[in-house]
T-cell receptor, first 111, second 114 residues
Framework: GQSLEQPSEVTAVEGAIVQINCTYQ??????LSWYQQHDGGAPTFLSY????GLEETGRFSSFLSRSDSYGYLLLQELQMKDSASYFC????????????FGTGTRLTVIP | NAGVTQTPKFQVLKTGQSMTLQCAQD?????MSWYRQDPGMGLRLIHY???????DQGEVPNGYNVSRSTTEDFPLRLLSAAPSQTSVYFC?????????????FGPGTRLLVL
């Protein structure tokens, strides 16, 4: 089976840096993805790591360590609009780009 | 491009009623999927399709049917609604070339079954 663990809630101050961790268990690993979801909205793709190391996209970075079955999403220069839920996900067993999602981390940015 | 569109946005059903949730995409994506999201949970895969005429089951397929007659459309049918199917339903599509580009999600359909 597959499982993903991430913290349920994180609170951080506007302008600060926050890291959201994700550990996974899966047979057959094809990369770790991160999605953002605002309340009432749809998940939107943020980043994808297939290989070990850091991927940077503007204020967001994502890291993967396959040997540790671990990854994280790093958000810098936090803005109020970053308040949302963040999901890590791995490709599932269907072989059709479908994703198995974690239960999400709710990030609250405070002034 | 409109991306992935879903209708209706909201729906209330009585137990035992049937309905179809519509999903369409205009990006010429080969792959399409349906997920459900329950409060405080991640998304779970219901059914998926790798091309017109080809569908398969995901993690939670019971009580749902799908078909894919065209590349653009992938409707989800609830055969006999049950309160346990109260959820938010998301349709997604992607290229067949891997997850690097991610899945594109529609805005969702919020379903309440009484």
């Amino acid at each position: 089976g597959q499982s993903l663990e991430q913290p349920s809630e994180v609170t951080a101050v506007e302008g600060a840096i926050v890291q959201i961790n994700c550990t996974y268990q899966t047979s057959g690993f094809y990369g770790l993805s991160w999605y953002q979801q605002h309340d009432g909205g749809a998940p939107t793709f943020l980043s994808y790591n297939a290989l070990d190391g850091l991927e940077e996209t503007g204020r967001f970075s994502s890291f993967l360590s396959r040997s540790d079955s671990y990854g994280y999403l790093l958000l810098q220069e936090l803005q109020m609009k970053d308040s949302a839920s963040y999901f890590c996900a791995v490709r599932d067993q269907t072989g059709a780009n479908n994703l198995f999602f974690g239960t999400g981390t709710r990030l609250t940015v405070i002034p | 491009n409109a991306g992935v569109t879903q209708t209706p946005k909201f729906q209330v059903l009585k137990t035992g009623q049937s309905m179809t949730l519509q999903c369409a995409q205009d990006m010429n994506h080969e792959y399409m999927s349906w997920y459900r999201q329950d409060p405080g949970m991640g998304l779970r895969l219901i059914h998926y399709s790798v091309g017109a005429g080809i569908t398969d089951q995901g993690e939670v397929p019971n009580g749902y049917n799908v078909s894919r007659s065209t590349t653009e459309d992938f409707p989800l049918r609830l055969l006999s609604a049950a309160p346990s199917q109260t959820s938010v339903y998301f349709c997604a599509s992607s290229y067949s070339a891997g997850t690097a580009r991610g899945q594109y999600f529609g805005p969702g359909t919020r379903l309440l079954v009484l």
